[in-house]
């Protein structure tokens, strides 16, 4: 029995499972979900099984992981994840379930450890999950039975992705085949880490994503609107006259910026597949304003170093989005990561990180408050943005409502999010009895 079918016959019971086939099958194309599939605590439970517990997802990078024996913990709803890297260099996704009698193992968010102690009754793993030392005088048994638990680990140009289904999708091999020409001059995974802040946003984890995908309400983003041009996500026939003048200017640097990434032999092509696959995800090289160097207010280099082996400070950004939980903007001379962790119904966690180049030095290269601040800023105003969504479809009032075009990528998402859900729904239904228990 697979960890998702497990879950499945502790809480999902024909009425939830119904319920949410119905909400999911008629929703209209285009148009936002109904109050349920954002506010129901048993629908959350769904989610948690049918996107979580059988997709690959973003859980950390290596660069947080460098040595032996760091770990990080990664929670999504129940589950509870320590991704470590062992005494081989390996990276290894070990459940944080004690194998005596399920104690949380590790509870702090990071840390660097030689051996994972449980606090309980003091069995002890190695890095790699093998149970190592359970004090019980006078007592034998099997140890080599009770490891730890393993899920799936799968490292894309330092960015890792961790998938808990018995039988992992394989495209995400298409996703790494794509991006990698993209990012693997950033070198993620001997990067440094800068700083990393987690900011707990007050809604389902959907409209957390929702919220990514558009920038329809990048007005609220004073910051951000420094480099980043107002017309992203319009085309030709949908920039309001008022933005006519940033739209004329955005071509204008996209073109100047493609031209140095093919003197440079860089891919800067627009690769989508959000919805036509399960590891769906979209890729980007797109020009900044201003300076065009950095996410600064003046768009100008925030660290003095490039990244990796980068040939020059004006890159643009490259951004990626995968499905279900994460987003991602390459800089010259900074990646910026964030992880959207699902925690109940109404919350999610969002990690921010970001990395500069392995021997840029603090206070020298890079000043991390200058650093963080666009995204700082745009973060808090995107929790507030969240939040507000998450009370409204909150409310008895609450109807769903169209999604415009330029905001394409909600309804990719949300696409995406229902033809899985549907697809793991239908599934169980087709379980016998005796498969779901
Ligand atoms: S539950 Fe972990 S040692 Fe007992
Ligand atoms: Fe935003």
Redesign the pocket.
């Known amino acids: 029995m697979t960890l998702a079918q497990h879950t499945t016959a502790s809480t999902a019971t024909t009425g939830h499972r119904d319920r949410m086939l119905g909400l999911l099958r008629r929703r209209p194309p285009r148009t936002s979900l109904e109050a349920p599939l954002y506010t129901d605590p048993d629908l959350f439970s769904l989610d948690m099984q049918g996107i979580f517990a059988t997709q690959w997802f973003f859980a950390t990078t290596e660069a947080e992981i460098p040595e032996p024996g760091d770990y990080v913990t990664v929670d999504i709803g129940t589950l509870s994840l320590i991704i470590v890297r062992d005494d081989d260099g390996q990276v290894n996704a070990l459940h944080n379930v004690?194998r005596?009698?399920?104690?949380r193992?590790m509870t702090d968010r990071r840390g660097t450890t030689a051996r994972l102690t449980?606090a309980?009754?003091?069995?002890t793993y190695a890095t790699d999950g093998t149970l190592l030392h359970a004090s019980s005088p006078g007592e034998t048994f099997d140890r080599t039975c009770f490891s730890l638990r393993t899920a799936h680990v799968r490292s894309v140009c330092g960015l890792v992705f961790v998938c808990t289904a018995a039988e992992p999708p394989t495209d995400i091999d298409d996703l790494a085949a794509t991006v990698t020409p993209y990012l693997a001059g950033f070198d993620i995974a001997s990067a440094k880490v800068a700083t990393r802040i987690d900011l707990m946003e007050e809604g389902n984890w959907k409209l957390t994503m929702e919220n990514n995908r558009e920038c329809y309400h990048c007005g609220g983003h004073p910051e951000l609107a420094c480099s980043l041009f107002a017309t992203w996500g319009l085309t030709a026939d949908t920039v309001p006259p008022e933005l006519a003048a940033d739209w004329d200017r955005s071509l204008l640097a996209d073109a100047a910026l493609r031209e140095r990434c093919t003197t440079h032999g860089l891919p800067w092509d627009i690769v989508e597949h959000l919805t036509d696959r399960d590891a769906g995800f979209r890729i980007s090289r797109e020009a900044l304003d201003k300076a065009g160097e950095s996410f600064s207010v003046t768009g100008e280099r925030l660290s003095r170093k490039l990244m990796g082996d980068l040939p020059d400070f004006r890159l643009g950004r490259t951004s990626l989005h995968v499905q279900p939980n994460a987003w991602f903007h390459g800089l010259s001379d900074h990646v910026i990561t964030f992880a959207a962790y699902p925690v109940s119904a109404d919350r999610t966690l969002v990690r921010t990180t970001w990395l500069v180049a392995e021997d840029a030095v603090a206070g020298e290269d890079y000043d991390v408050d200058e650093l963080t601040h666009v995204w700082r800023h745009t973060n808090s105003q995107d929790a507030d943005f969240v939040q507000l969504a998450q009370q409204g479809v909150s409310s008895p009032a609450y109807v769903p409502g169209p999604y415009m075009r330029s905001e394409d990528q909600v309804e990719a998402f949300i696409g995406w999010y229902t033809d899985h859900m549907i697809r793991h729904l239908d599934h169980l239904d087709h379980l016998d009895p005796g498969e779901r228990s």
């Not at 005596?100 to 104690?103: D, E």
């Not at 309980?120 to 069995?123: D, E, K, L, T």
């Open positions: 004690c005596h009698r399920g104690a193992v449980c309980y009754h003091s069995w």
